[in-house]
């Protein structure tokens, strides 16, 4: 919960971290407290989100439904959108950028067959 409202501030502040993905935040626990630090700033657009940018913005994160059933739910809370609209489209969005990942894999294999 914390993490999603972490990106919520960095939505609202239209701070768009275009390789958000758990091995480019930091989190540090402080006396029941979380702090997070954004590793790969050069990703980075500043600009005013909407909506379907801000959840296309979670894709990376998990790929644990359950995950991201707590992201968009808190989410949901924070833009004050309907919880199934949220969610909805942050699976999708979770899927597509699986799929494609697991695409681009499979043709560099395929592309690279000779450096086994």
Avoid: C
Wanted: charged share 30%.
């Amino acid at each position: 919960k914390a993490f999603t409202r972490f990106t919520f501030k960095l939505h609202e502040n239209g701070i768009n971290f275009l390789d958000h993905s758990p091995g480019n935040t930091l989190i540090k626990f402080n006396g029941g407290d979380y702090t997070f630090y954004l590793v790969d700033l050069n990703r980075m657009n500043f600009e005013t989100m909407t909506f379907e940018k801000r959840i296309k913005n979670f894709a990376k994160l998990t790929i644990h439904k359950s995950m991201v059933e707590l992201m968009s739910r808190e989410y949901a809370k924070l833009i004050q959108q309907d919880y199934n609209k949220v969610y909805n489209l942050m699976w999708a969005e979770t899927t597509a950028f699986q799929e494609a990942f697991h695409k681009r894999r499979r043709l560099k294999k395929k592309l690279k067959f000779w450096k086994r």
